[in-house]
T-cell receptor, first 116, second 116 residues
Framework: AQKITQTQPGMFVQEKEAVTLDCTYDTSDQSYGLFWYKQPSSGEMIFLIY??????QNATEGRYSLNFQKARKSANLVISASQLGDSAMYFCAMREGYSSASKIIFGSGTRLSIRP | ETGVTQTPRHLVMGMTNKKSLKCEQHLGHNAMYWYKQSAKKPLELMFV???????ENNSVPSRFSPECPNSSHLFLHLHTLQPEDSALYLCASSPGTQPATNEKLFFGSGTQLSVL
């Protein structure tokens, strides 16, 4: 069965520092996708970055990069030069398989707080 | 309007009431989802619809009844709820194509439900 684990319930980081949010996953599928979402206090879920299981390069989107280590089944999110607006909940998620509307499951999240 | 719209944003109901949550997407997607987000739990997938057909029911109690009349609209009918059903209910959509591993979810802002 699929499983996503985020072991950091909360993190405090100084503004302008880089931060790494941990995510490990478990799946028996060879084909899967990994996602990171941000949820500010307003509640909406904002897509940040995607990594496919067959992608050889780590995904990057602006200040976000995904450190994908397939053998370790980890997909850590790296935020460079953190900003006050980065304070939010961050969720790692995974989708297995090729079928449309397949399940996406989420980890328990990490609450990131940026200190000025 | 664009994106995924959920109404109402907030709902307070008694345990004997019947109410409905509404979700509408203007993205031309074919797959729609209901997730439940409780204060102390990860996002829980409740239902998945693809081309109006239910493809996933994640062992949800029958007091939650989904309805998908077309690919743009999704409802969650609520009756005789319990206080532990109080949560943020998030609707999402995705294109619903194959292969689907890279399909991200587009979320609405959620309905914050309180059951008294």
């Amino acid at each position: 069965a699929q499983k996503i684990t985020q072991t950091q319930p909360g993190m405090f980081v100084q503004e302008k520092e880089a931060v790494t949010l941990d995510c490990t996953y478990d799946t028996s599928d060879q084909s899967y996708g990994l996602f990171w979402y941000k949820q500010p206090s307003s509640g909406e879920m904002i897509f940040l970055i995607y990594q496919g299981s067959y992608d050889e390069q780590n995904a990057t989107e602006g200040r976000y990069s995904l450190n994908f280590q397939k053998a370790r089944k980890s997909a850590n999110l790296v935020i460079s030069a953190s900003q006050l607006g980065d304070s939010a909940m961050y969720f790692c998620a995974m989708r297995e398989g090729y079928s449309s509307a397949s399940k996406i499951i989420f980890g328990s999240g990490t609450r990131l707080s940026i200190r000025p | 309007e664009t994106g995924v719209t959920q109404t109402p944003r907030h709902l307070v109901m008694g345990m004997t009431n019947k109410k409905s949550l509404k979700c509408e997407q203007h993205l031309g997607h074919n797959a729609m989802y209901w997730y439940k987000q409780s204060a102390k739990k990860p996002l829980e997938l409740m239902f998945v619809y693809n081309f109006k057909e239910q493809t996933e029911n994640n062992s949800v109690p029958s007091r939650f009844s989904p309805e998908c009349p077309n690919s743009s609209h999704l409802f969650l009918h609520l009756h005789t709820l319990q206080p532990e059903d109080s949560a943020l209910y998030l609707c999402a959509s995705s294109p619903g194509t194959q292969p689907a591993t890279n399909e991200k979810l587009f979320f609405g802002s959620g309905t914050q439900l309180s059951v008294l």
